[in-house]
């Protein structure tokens, strides 16, 4: 199943297009993903490199949580409706970008492992809450985050570019693959 009808429907919608012929709109919702990114993503880090043991290694996790916790969570969901607006502007150049589906599973990823880490570990924070080195499975979850998000980072940037873009043929067929591309048959071909 494809959703690439689905993100043609959604390209051809009045507010779709409005918002990526926008000359203020497009950059303005960017400019604010980018921004509530630096603000989630920052605090975030800080808290992985708690839970790896580097940082504030003196304050508790409860704590940090308490601070950042309301913070990070108003980035977080500013970044989502953000990443979202990006997505209706020009939803099929983005169901059809390698680095978008890259981005998203490890989209999903993070969130399984933030899931992971407050169903398992972080319900018994408070055997572990003023350790300098919190248990391995904490710092497991901590570099875990990290290496996703660097990762969900680096995508995000590079949809921009058009290395891999459907309407660029001939490229390799595992390309064609993973990024959805409907190619025709070669005219005149077998």
């Keep these: 199943m494809s959703l690439l009808p689905f993100c043609q429907w959604l390209a051809d919608t009045p507010g779709s297009i409005a ?81 978008f589906r890259g981005k998203v599973v490890a989209l999903i990823l993070a969130g399984l492992n933030a899931f992971v880490f407050h169903a398992t570990i972080d319900r018994k924070v408070a055997d572990w809450d003023l350790d300098p080195k919190p248990p391995r499975a904490a710092r497991v979850a901590g570099a875990t985050s990290l290496i996703l998000w660097a990762i969900i980072v680096v995508s995000g940037r590079m949809i921009a570019y058009n290395w891999f873009d459907c309407d660029k043929q001939p490229q390799p067929h595992i390309v064609n693959i993973a990024a959805g591309c409907v190619v025709p048959p070669p005219a005149g071909g077998r």
Excluded: N
């Design 19 to 99: 918002l990526h012929e926008s000359l203020f709109m497009y950059p303005l919702v960017e400019s604010a993903h980018v921004l509530t990114l630096c603000l989630f993503l920052g605090l975030a880090i800080m808290f992985d490199l708690r839970l790896l043991g580097f940082t504030l290694t003196r304050v508790p996790i409860t704590e940090i949580k308490r601070r950042m916790g309301p913070w990070m969570l108003a980035g977080f969901a500013v970044m989502v409706v953000t990443g979202a607006l990006l997505f209706y502007a020009i939803p099929v150049r983005s169901y059809q970008s390698i680095w």
